[in-house]
C-alpha cells in the first residue's frame, strides 16, 4: 500500500496520481513508495493556504516566530532521525545529513534577526506628522526544493516566508519525498495551523501544475534550465514575486600558493565536498602554466585519487556517498567522455562503481586546448583545469561564463585579492576559502543564470515581504500655509 504523502489544509492524504517511488542511491533498490500529487491535488493546496492566509498574517509576529522555535527545537530533538531519513534518500554521507539537519535548526534564530533587521517597522518625524515604514505578506507562495540539500535549502525560504505571515505550498524533488513528509509533521507538531504549510509531492507534471497555480510567488532552488522555464513563464506578471536560486560554473583561481596541501584541500572541498552535488562546487579550476602551477595539479590528483567513496552509514564515514542516482552517475561519465572527445586530457578518470547505484570517483580533466566544451553545469564530482599564462586571463577565464554563483581565488596576494575581488563576477567570491563556504549572516545568490537578483539566506527576509510607507499624523487639521493659487 502506497504511503500517504500529502498534507493539504492540515490533513494527510494520498495523491491520485501515478505511482511515486524513491531509490536508495547506495543500492539502486526501491525504499518508497507514494502516489504523485495531479492538477487537483495541487488546486486544493492552493486553495487551503489561500484561506488560511488572513489568519496567519493577522497572527502576533511573536506567536508565529513562536511556532518557528518550537519547530527548530524539535529539529534539535530529532536531529538523527531526519539526518538517517535524508542519507537514504539522497545518499549524503552521515556526518553531512546531520550536519544539515543542525543548519536547518539554526536557520530559525537567523531569519529572525534577518526579518528584524530587514523587514521590521521603523517610524521617524517628518514636517507633516511621522514617516512609518511596515512589511507586509505577499500571500501564497510555491516553494520548490532540490534533492541535494532537500531539507536545509526548502527549508532556507520556508521559515522566513512563514515570519513575515506568508502561507505555503511546498513541492519538494521528487528524489526526497520522505525528508519533506518528515518536516512537515515537524512542522504539523510544533502547531503550525491548518493550510499555513501544504505538502503535494511529485515529479514534474505536479512541479508544473504548482507553477501554473494561482499563487502570489514562486520561491525556487534548482537547475537553471527550470529556473528560466518559470521567468519566461511569469513574464508579464509584475505583481508576482519570482525568487531563483539556481546553479553555477563556478570558477576557483589558484595562483602562487605556497602552502599547497591548504591549497589542494580547499580545491577538494570545492569540487567533490557532497559529491559535487552543491550549487557553490566548483566545476572549474584555473591555475598558472608554470611548474608550480603543475606542482599543485600533481598533488591535487593525488589526494583526489584517495577520497573516500561509500554508503552513507559506512564506518569509517566516507567523505562522498553517491551522487542521487544511477542515471546522474552514468550522465557524468558521458559528460568525461564528451569533453576527452574534445580535446581534453583525464588527469583523473571518473569511474562509475556500480551500473546500479550513483557511486562515481572524482575526475579531474584538463581542457586547456580542448574546443566547444559547453559552459553547464555538470552536477557531480567532476572538475575541469584551465592553465593560463598571467592572472589576466585568470580572471577573464573565471568570468567566461554565463553563470554568476560562486568564485574563489587561493593566492597569498592582497593585490591579487583586490583585483579578483572587484573583477570576479559572481554572488558569492571567496579569498583563501573554499568556492563552497558561505556565512549564514549574508545574502546567498548570483546573477546570470545563476539568479535573478533575489538572493536568500540572510536576504530572504527582502523577498517575503513588501513595505508599505506611510505618512501618518492622529489630527486632521489644515496646513499653516495654502499653496499658492489656493482658498478656502
Not at 139 to 163: C, D, E, T
Not at 191 to 203: E, F, I, M, Q, R
Not at 218 to 242: C, E, I, N, R, Y
Not at 406 to 413: C, I, Q
Amino acid at each position: 500500500m502506497a504511503n500517504v504523502s500529502n498534507y493539504i489544509g492540515g490533513e494527510w492524504l494520498a495523491g491520485s496520481g501515478p505511482l511515486l517511488a524513491t531509490i536508495d542511491p547506495s543500492t539502486g533498490r526501491q525504499t518508497w513508495t507514494s502516489n504523485e500529487s495531479t492538477a487537483e491535488d495541487v488546486d486544493r493546496a492552493v486553495k487551503a493556504a489561500r484561506a488560511a492566509f488572513e489568519d496567519w498574517a493577522l497572527t502576533p509576529l511573536e506567536r508565529r516566530i513562536a511556532v518557528c522555535q518550537r519547530f527548530r527545537d524539535l529539529l534539535k530533538e530529532h536531529n538523527e532521525e531526519l539526518a538517517a531519513i535524508i542519507a537514504e534518500e539522497v545518499g549524503k554521507p552521515l556526518w553531512e545529513a546531520r550536519t544539515e539537519v543542525t543548519t536547518m535548526a539554526n536557520k530559525v534564530d537567523i531569519s529572525v534577526q534577518s526579518h528584524a533587521a530587514r523587514t521590521g517597522e521603523t517610524s521617524s518625524k517628518v514636517a507633516d506628522g511621522n514617516a512609518v515604514l511596515r512589511h507586509r505578506p505577499h500571500g501564497v507562495f510555491a516553494v520548490f526544493g532540490p534533492y541535494n540539500f532537500p531539507g536545509h535549502l526548502p527549508n532556507g525560504h520556508i521559515v522566513p516566508a512563514l515570519i513575515a505571515g506568508n502561507t505555503l505550498v511546498f513541492k519538494p524533488s521528487e528524489y526526497a519525498p520522505r525528508t519533506a513528509v518528515r518536516t512537515v509533521q515537524l512542522w504539523e507538531q510544533a502547531g503550525l495551523p491548518k493550510g499555513v504549510l501544504n505538502l503535494v509531492n511529485g515529479g514534474r507534471a505536479t512541479g508544473v501544475a504548482l507553477g501554473q497555480a494561482d499563487v502570489d510567488g514562486v520561491l525556487f532552488t534548482g537547475s537553471s534550465q527550470t529556473g528560466a522555464a518559470l521567468h519566461k513563464q511569469f513574464g508579464g506578471q509584475p505583481g508576482k514575486m519570482l525568487a531563483l536560486e539556481m546553479g553555477g560554473n563556478n570558477p576557483l583561481v589558484v595562483w602562487d600558493v605556497a602552502n599547497v596541501d591548504a591549497a589542494v584541500h580547499h580545491t577538494v572541498m570545492s569540487a567533490f565536498i557532497s559529491a559535487g552535488q552543491r550549487c557553490t562546487c566548483a566545476r572549474r579550476l584555473i591555475v598558472q602554466d608554470t611548474p608550480q602551477g603543475q606542482a599543485f595539479i600533481d598533488r591535487l590528483v593525488e589526494v583526489a585519487r584517495t577520497l573516500a567513496v561509500g554508503p552513507s552509514n559506512a564506518d569509517p564515514q566516507p567523505f562522498m556517498g553517491p551522487v542521487v542516482s544511477a542515471a546522474v552517475a552514468q550522465r557524468l561519465v558521458q559528460a568525461q567522455e564528451m569533453m576527452e572527445a574534445q580535446g581534453g586530457k583525464v588527469l583523473l578518470r571518473m569511474r562509475q562503481l556500480d551500473a546500479n547505484a550513483g557511486f562515481v570517483t572524482a575526475g579531474i580533466v584538463d581542457v586547456t586546448d580542448a574546443k566547444g566544451i559547453p559552459d553547464e553545469e555538470w552536477f557531480g564530482p567532476l572538475l575541469q583545469v584551465i592553465r593560463v599564462a598571467d592572472f589576466d586571463q585568470a580572471i577573464a577565464a573565471a568570468n567566461a561564463t554565463e553563470f554568476g554563483l560562486a568564485a574563489a581565488l587561493l593566492s597569498p596576494s592582497e593585490d591579487l585579492w583586490k583585483r579578483f575581488a572587484i573583477k570576479a563576477r559572481a554572488g558569492v567570491v571567496n579569498w583563501n576559502r573554499p568556492t563552497t563556504g558561505a556565512a549564514s549572516s549574508a545574502p546567498f545568490g548570483g546573477v546570470g543564470k545563476s539568479g535573478n537578483h533575489r538572493p536568500s539566506a540572510y536576504y530572504a527576509a527582502d523577498y517575503c515581504a513588501y513595505p508599505v510607507a506611510s505618512i501618518e499624523t492622529s489630527e486632521l487639521e489644515m496646513p499653516a500655509k495654502l499653496s499658492p493659487g489656493l482658498s478656502f
